[in-house]
């Protein structure tokens, strides 16, 4: 089967679809980009244009991934650090990102989810329960003192 060709113009409309539909970074957007086999100096001209148009904004993704990571999936701030990391996302980007955590929620946040997780669990034993508690906070990315503290009050 022979695959379809496209125009420079046709790519670059397409490239914009996809960061209207959500935001995306400069590595999901390059990923999308090496599926058509383009040559360097018209993936540089589609790049440039989408910055230029602002389609894609490294700060603005950074900052709903975090919102979005930490209000739907309760993930905590290492988490989403090692997220945006993992996608190239700058030091800068990264710290202003976190801004957008509320720390009253942040802690309001922790004190829900170690709360349900600690009525669902069907250990008996304290000290394991502690530990899977413990685990599962710190898989959720966050913080260890944090996390002993809010575990210690919920569990006492």
């Known amino acids: 089967m022979q695959k379809k060709v496209f125009t ?75 997220e945006l990391k993992f996608r190239d996302i700058s030091a800068y980007n990264i710290k202003t990102a976190l801004k957008e955590i509320n720390e009253e929620e942040y802690i309001a946040t922790l004190y829900k989810i170690t709360e349900n997780r600690n009525t669902v669990l069907k250990e008996s034993n304290p000290f394991k329960r502690k530990k899977k508690l413990i685990d599962f906070l710190l898989r959720k990315g966050y913080e260890n003192d944090l996390i002993y503290k809010t575990v210690n009050e919920v569990t006492a």
């Open 8 to 82: 420079v113009n046709e790519i670059k409309r397409k490239l914009e679809q996809y960061c209207v539909y959500q935001d995306r970074c400069h590595k999901e957007v390059e990923q999308k980009l090496k599926e058509f086999n383009l040559i360097p100096e018209a993936k540089e001209m589609i790049l440039l244009s989408l910055l230029k148009d602002n389609f894609l904004n490294e700060e603005r993704f950074a900052k709903s991934f975090a919102r979005g990571k930490f209000r739907i999936k309760n993930w905590g701030k290492q988490r989403i650090v090692r």
